[in-house]
């Protein structure tokens, strides 16, 4: 009897006994309508231009669980065209949402889209943005949490209540005002205000709390940097933070009395309400900067009685304490968590490495136009979609991959060329990167569609023989990470998601102009398996409008 035969024979027998077979129904969905308007609102005490998503600045929190699905129709009211980004979100065989310029047409003005996308094997503190030209300058950022499924154990007793803090710097300019100095080929400059959740308070006794707390209670705080120019420090008055995640993955639970969060950052820290019953300052400043940028919020104790102090604690000095704090974070291998690779995620140090690259980030000021590189060139964006052109088959038309070679060119200088950045890397080959800085400012880099092992940062210049400093047992896995003045970092990753993923600098100003990248993981095989079709709804723009599209996968 054939093999198909048995299996029918014994599938009837099974439907005749009675056997219910279970199903296994899909995950649940969260649906959002947004509504994107310009609205005129004063952060900094300025009135200026800022994004609304609702009418609400910042935007509204999304609160997902594992594997969500999140189906948000975006309706774009503004004059310009418009995407979002979800940070930190790997959009797993799914790159046709990541809404970046190399992989998404814009939603024209006055017209809406529908982003849907699921937040796969991940938990942790996250953040979506506008993605387009300075548009993230004038707002349109919020929080995205992912909790852990209910089945899945916590490595700490659930909190009283879960607080999001969207911190970063702010100007007072108008992202289009910005974006022209830039195109000018001119600096922004300084910003000139720190904001947390949009707002500084006065400290006159007339602010609102931000949030409260019941004395005696435990609360979770998400601390995310969500500015454009400058590192920050967060700090609660009077209070400590036991930092419980970063950015998707548990961590090793120590105590800090500040913490420095990187631009693109995101930590979760617990905050106990075990002081006396008033009001207490939630500290964010700027770091490493000559004049110092300070944003306050009131947290405010549940029946408390009195002001916050006006002495605010003191924020560290230099970037060798800011090194020290990274050095003591320590991914929690007894935790349990959603991944997208458990197998193999805790040896990651055994791992035989195939490829190492070395990025050197540059400036140049060539006849008085300022633009950022890596290796050499500086990445421009094309006006069709990379991530479109390539699935059409006519990427050629538009760049060519490995524009940089994988070590920079010795003689690097500050020349710079001009051309779409596009590397390649071979589907589930295991990647050392390596994030060098000669500049005098601090960078910070981050990668769509991938966690990646911070493995180490160190003063200097990076060889191989450094890699025996490196930390191969619990290094955290994150997608963002700094790297301080004449220094390097290294990360380790598998390239295991198929797609086209921005890797790119956190720094807006060298963004803009040209400081990223783009990553073509292809499938060698056309499948299902590996990579989700383009969505029936994808908008389409450039030159593969009227183009017939690729058979689907299978």
Not at 215 to 225: I, V
Not at 329 to 346: D, H, V
Not at 503 to 519: D, F, H, K, P, T
């Amino acid at each position: 009897m054939g093999g198909v035969t048995r299996i029918s024979v014994m599938l009837l027998v099974c439907l005749l006994a009675g056997v219910v077979f279970p199903t296994r129904a899909e995950d649940p969905y969260l649906y959002f309508t947004w509504n994107i308007t310009y609205g005129t609102l004063a952060p900094a005490g300025v009135p200026q231009q800022v994004i609304l998503i609702n009418g609400e600045f910042p935007g509204p929190n999304i609160n997902s669980t594992s594997n969500n699905n999140v189906v948000i129709n975006v309706f774009n009211n503004l004059d310009e065209p418009f995407l979002f980004h979800w940070a930190g979100i790997q959009q797993r065989k799914n790159s046709w949402m990541d809404g970046v310029a190399g992989t998404n047409c814009p939603i024209q003005p006055g017209t809406n889209y529908t982003y849907k996308f699921q937040v796969k094997d991940q938990i942790g503190s996250f953040f979506y943005y506008p993605s387009l030209g300075m548009h993230r300058a004038a707002g349109g950022f919020g929080g995205l949490r992912i909790n852990s499924r209910l089945l899945i154990p916590v490595p700490y007793a659930d909190p009283e209540d879960d607080y999001t803090l969207l911190a970063g710097d702010w100007y007072t300019k108008s992202h289009s005002t910005l974006a022209k100095l830039l195109d000018s080929g001119r600096a922004l400059g300084r910003p000139q205000a720190l904001l947390i959740n949009g707002q500084n308070a006065k400290g006159d006794g007339t602010d609102n709390p931000l949030f409260t707390m019941l004395p005696g209670k435990t609360y979770k705080y998400r601390l995310c940097n969500v500015g454009l120019k400058n590192s920050v420090n967060f700090r609660f008055q009077n209070h400590q933070m036991k930092l419980v995640e970063m950015e998707g993955s548990h961590t090793v639970q120590n105590v800090y009395d500040s913490l420095d969060v990187h631009l693109g950052q995101c930590f979760g820290v617990l905050v106990t309400a075990d002081q006396e019953p008033k009001d207490y300052y939630v500290v964010v400043s700027s770091r490493f900067t000559k004049t110092t940028l300070t944003g306050k919020g009131i947290i405010r104790y549940v029946n408390g009685k009195g002001p916050a102090a006006p002495e605010i604690p003191e924020a560290p000095v230099g970037w060798a304490w800011s090194l020290n704090q990274f050095r003591s974070f320590r991914w929690n291998l007894t935790a349990s968590a959603a991944r997208p690779n458990p197998q193999g995620s805790y040896h990651y140090g055994q791992i035989n490495i195939t490829r190492t690259l070395k990025f050197v980030n540059t400036v140049s000021r060539d006849n008085g136009k300022l633009r950022y590189a890596i290796n050499g060139v500086s990445h421009v964006d094309t006006e069709t979609p990379l991530k479109l052109a390539e699935y059409f088959g006519i990427g050629d038309k538009f760049f060519k991959y490995d524009t940089i070679p994988d070590e920079p060119p010795a003689n690097l200088g500050t020349a710079v060329t001009l051309a779409p950045n596009v590397l390649k890397f071979e589907y589930r080959t295991f990647i050392e990167i390596i994030l060098e800085n000669p500049e005098k400012s601090v960078q910070s880099y981050n990668l769509n569609g991938y966690s990646f092992f911070a493995v180490a940062i160190e003063p200097g210049t990076w060889t191989p023989e450094k890699r025996k400093n490196y930390n191969l047992l619990d290094a955290v896995s994150r997608h963002t990470i700094q790297v301080f003045p004449k220094s390097w970092a290294a990360i380790m990753l598998t390239f295991d998601n198929v797609g086209m993923w921005n890797l790119r600098s956190e720094i807006a100003e060298n963004r803009y102009l040209g400081q990223q990248l783009y990553i073509s993981v292809p499938t060698p095989e056309r499948s299902l398996r590996d990579e989700y079709n383009i969505p029936l709804n994808a908008l389409l723009c450039g030159a593969v409008v009227g183009l017939p599209k690729p058979a689907p996968y299978w």
